[in-house]
């Protein structure tokens, strides 16, 4: 498949020139320049880069009803010699179509996720800040658009790159609830996929456990509430006895993080024993009566890594000294200097701009 060239067609208005990349709201800010294709007839077609603008979608729109939508979140980052490069996109491609296939989606060819995405970004490259802990958010995703309220799957899409500046993410530790009623993903459904349902149904039990001053819940199996499966929308890693535990991704209720796959590659490489397996609540509360559980953090790539320093089950309450944590802050450090080219890219993750 060869580079195909996208037609572009320049934001006469660009923010940029006045944007203050010191008040970047993630999530909030969008680029000049937004990537669309539209799926007709069993073929991708329409391809364009074009100013970022809203559009109009009928009312009977089939995504707007039964939720066939999915998406992806990446990070492209600039180094202090102004050099771009975006970190494992080639992952969230496999993924995203592993997403579209379980949503009775079509799935997308290489040219226009990535040849589209390197594009879109060397056209929006002013947008990211080289500052320590910066980055562009790039956010992929595909809607059914057909006009339509039978319950079938489209037979018309949009897929749709959206870029956006984003901070230092400075979050403060968080406190964490297992979750012991409501769940995230159960095996056989789409725990696996990034589509949008997962998301609006989380934010309920989230809601409940923030009345009681937590921040996130830790989802457990959907069938005991015995094992834990991720915090929030990140996957979670725990430092028992030494090692690293994270939960295995083999029931498909574990979404496959990039950051994960790479935070178990980089912990290793550090000399770190990493278990992928079902790790279950009775099991962390014993490891903390003995005063061998010492870490839990959460990995993704909108926060890369974030500490917790509560996590309680039910009324048996577990605190971490934040400031003397240690794996979580060198895998931190490890995976920003990867991205920001302080140290050799060993593992070719970088797709240089
Ligand atoms: C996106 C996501 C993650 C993290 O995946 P990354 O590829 O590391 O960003 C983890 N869990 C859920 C539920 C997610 O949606």
Redesign the pocket.
């Known amino acids: 498949m060869s580079t195909q060239k996208i037609p572009v067609t320049l934001n006469p208005n660009p923010k940029l020139p006045t944007f203050d990349m010191n008040a970047i709201a993630f999530g909030k800010n969008f680029t000049d320049h937004m990537l669309v294709a539209d799926y007709e007839n069993g073929e991708w077609k329409n391809v364009e880069i074009k100013p970022y603008a809203p559009f109009e979608i009928d009312p009977s729109c089939a995504t707007l009803h039964y939720g066939q939508t999915i998406f992806?979140?990446i990070k492209a980052y600039k180094n202090e010699k102004g050099e771009v490069a975006i970190f494992r996109p080639d992952?969230?491609f496999i993924?995203f179509n592993t997403s579209a296939k379980r949503m009775q989606m079509p799935t997308v060819p290489e040219w226009l996720f990535m040849d589209g995405m390197k594009q879109l970004i060397e056209l929006e490259k002013g947008w990211i800040p080289n500052m320590p802990e910066c980055s562009l958010y790039i956010r992929p995703f595909m809607i059914a658009s057909d006009p339509f309220l039978g319950v079938r799957p489209s037979s018309t899409y949009k897929f749709m790159i959206i870029l956006g500046p984003s901070g230092a993410y400075f979050s403060a530790p968080m406190k964490i609830l297992i979750e012991q009623q409501y769940t995230?993903?159960t095996p056989g459904g789409v725990?696996f996929a990034?589509n949008g349902g997962?998301?609006g149904a989380s934010l309920y039990p989230v809601s409940l456990a923030q009345a009681k001053g937590y921040d996130q819940v830790l989802w457990t199996d959907a069938i005991e509430h015995k094992y834990v499966e991720?915090v929030?929308?990140?996957?979670v890693m725990f430092v028992i006895d030494g090692k690293v535990i994270t939960p295995s991704v083999e029931k498909g209720t574990?979404?496959?993080?990039?950051?994960?796959?790479?935070a178990i590659t980089l912990l290793r490489d550090m000399g770190y024993e990493v278990e992928e397996r079902y790790l279950s609540v009775a099991e962390i509360v014993d490891a903390h009566k003995k005063g061998l559980f010492t870490e839990v953090f959460g990995?993704?790539?909108?926060a890369v890594v974030s500490y917790i320093s509560r996590l309680a089950h039910a009324e048996y309450v577990m605190d971490f000294d934040v400031d003397a944590l240690k794996v979580a802050p060198a895998l931190k450090k490890q995976l920003n200097d990867i991205r920001m080219g302080n140290i050799v890219d060993k593992h070719g993750w970088l797709l240089h701009i």
């Open positions: 992806e979140g992952q969230n993924r995230r993903a725990g990034k997962n998301y991720e929030g929308m990140m996957n574990v979404l496959k993080g990039v950051t994960r796959n790479s990995v993704g790539t909108a």
